[in-house]
């Protein structure tokens, strides 16, 4: 599986904007790079995914380096309720797309 | 409301013992994985389906089994339970396997 790496924790302060980096060095052609997160005593929430363009939705924006080596999911004014484990997850055709989640970013917002 | 149900919220049960647990999927998602978390723990991938086929396994025990039904729920069985199979069991359905993924509330299994 393609593996990707993420800071353990990030902190921010609320209604700022939160700029989450995942690094996806061995991505393939024709993974999809898949974000959720995870708020505390819930099930996991699926935020946003691309291929290869940026892509933005009413939660995030997602921006995917050119060599799509990188990823940086954007929160745009982050809110306490933002506060949750957010996990970067590549999905490959080649392993069925298998969802698979590693440690995540814990994000803490600052009231 | 994700559109994923899984039954039921809450299960106590002994060492030992037997358990089932269901998940009904959003409707059309052909697709259906199952994870545990234990306390403090992340999310470990255990099974993943595609319309009644096994596609995908991960770190599942032989204990436990699983399937998924012509109408597309699903079912984890756990048996010979031990103290440590005690976590939130989630279920996951989507469309296809590289459309985007909606989560159950979760089965939180208590092993006394």
């Known amino acids: 599986d393609a593996k990707t790496t993420q800071p353990n924790s990030m902190e921010s302060n609320e209604e700022e904007p939160v700029h989450l980096p995942c690094n996806h060095s061995t991505i393939s052609g024709t993974d999809y790079i898949h974000w959720y997160r995870q708020l505390p005593s819930q099930g996991p929430e699926y935020v946003i995914h691309g291929l290869t363009s940026n892509v933005n939705n009413r939660m995030a924006s997602l921006a995917i380096a050119e060599d799509r080596k990188s990823s940086t999911l954007i929160l745009h004014r982050a809110t306490l309720r933002d506060a949750a484990v957010y996990y970067c997850i590549l999905r490959a055709r080649s392993n069925d797309y298998k969802l698979s989640f590693g440690a995540g970013t814990t994000v803490t917002v600052r009231a | 409301d994700s559109g994923v149900t899984q039954t039921p919220k809450h299960l106590i049960t002994a060492t030992g013992q037997r358990v089932t647990l269901r998940c009904s999927p959003r409707?059309?998602?052909?697709?259906v994985y199952w994870y545990q978390q234990s306390l403090d723990q992340g999310l470990q991938f255990l099974i993943q389906?595609?319309?009644?086929?096994?596609?995908a396994k991960g770190n599942i025990l032989e204990r436990f089994s699983a399937q998924q039904f012509p109408d597309l729920h699903s079912e984890l069985n756990l048996s010979s339970l031990e103290l440590g199979d005690s976590a939130l069991y989630f279920c996951?359905?989507?469309?296809?396997?590289?459309?985007?993924?909606?989560f159950g509330q979760g089965t939180r299994l208590t092993v006394v």
């Open positions: 409707s059309g998602d052909l697709s």
């Open positions: 996951a359905s989507s469309e296809t396997g590289g459309t985007e993924a909606f």
């Open positions: 389906y595609y319309n009644g086929e096994e596609r």
